[in-house]
């Protein structure tokens, strides 16, 4: 612990209160600025240490401890990263719906850029398994429905039909987020207010990781689109090849 960052220096602020994420269930750290009047600490990433949240990065002029700082974060990389996190919820269901409720999540990654989602399946999933889990997921999206959160004590979560993790460890109380009528999941994240904030969801890749499980690689909204036209340009461009 210091009590002090010089312009320039890299370390850790803790706050008493923050609107930033700490990485955590797969969702990545926010990251932003803390403003003060001297000037601002970047926030490269968010973490958590014990039941602290560490903001860390770089001071861009000097910081003391006790100092009050406007935290800002990166409100356009978090709301991807939102789009994308609601979207894993719905692709975990959708899931379960077209290959079998034996699937379940077996890690996951949510940024600004993409998903990755990680489940159990004994074998390779079709080309026509996975354009059915896309439609449906798509077809969620457009329905626009709410998203619930709730905190509610763990039994009545299961008897709610949440889906746990197995082999985690919950507390008495727990969180619920409900997508409509197509989601029930146990998370701690940060959700998107209706599923057509979501806009569009596109699997880019399918592919075994282990023994087992799958990985499925997906984008969202802009970067769905970004997909889709650079898929449609270069098959435009090998049509032209080949006349």
């Known amino acids: 612990a210091v009590d002090t960052l010089a312009n320039g220096q890299q370390g850790i602020v803790v706050l008493n209160q923050t609107p930033f994420y700490a990485e955590s269930g797969g969702q990545a750290g926010d990251t932003g600025y803390l403003q003060y009047t001297a000037g601002q600490f ?3 990433d968010t973490v958590k240490l014990g039941n602290a949240f560490a903001h ?3 001071a861009q002029a000097k910081l003391s401890i006790s100092q009050k700082v406007e935290a800002q974060i990166d409100t ?3 709301a991807a990263i939102v789009k994308n996190h609601s979207a894993t919820h719905l692709l975990h269901a959708a ?3 077209v290959l ?7 890690g996951s990654l949510v940024d600004a850029d993409k998903l990755r989602f990680d489940f159990s399946h004994f074998e390779g999933v079709t080309e026509a398994e996975l354009a059915s889990v896309e439609s449906i997921v798509n077809d969620e999206i457009r329905l626009n429905a709410e998203r619930q ?3 509610m004590a763990i039994d009545d979560a299961k008897e709610k039909g949440a889906m746990a993790l197995f082999g985690e460890k919950y507390d008495d109380q727990v969180r619920v987020v409900t997508l409509g009528e197509f989601s029930t999941e146990l998370c701690g994240g940060v959700h998107v207010n209706r599923t057509g904030d979501i806009g569009l969801l596109k699997i880019t890749s399918e592919a075994g990781i282990a023994a087992g499980v799958r990985r ?3 984008v969202t909204a802009t970067a769905a689109l970004d997909h889709i036209g650079n898929q449609f340009n270069a098959l435009s461009k090998i049509a032209r090849l080949v006349k």
Request: aromatic share 0%; proline share 0%.
């Open 42 to 44: 970047q926030v490269k």
């Open 56 to 58: 860390q990065g770089v």
């Open 76 to 78: 356009q990389r978090r």
């Open 95 to 97: 899931l379960r719906k």
């Open 100 to 106: 079998g409720e034996h699937v379940t999540q077996k």
């Open 149 to 151: 959160t709730e905190l």
């Open 216 to 218: 499925i690689e997906a």
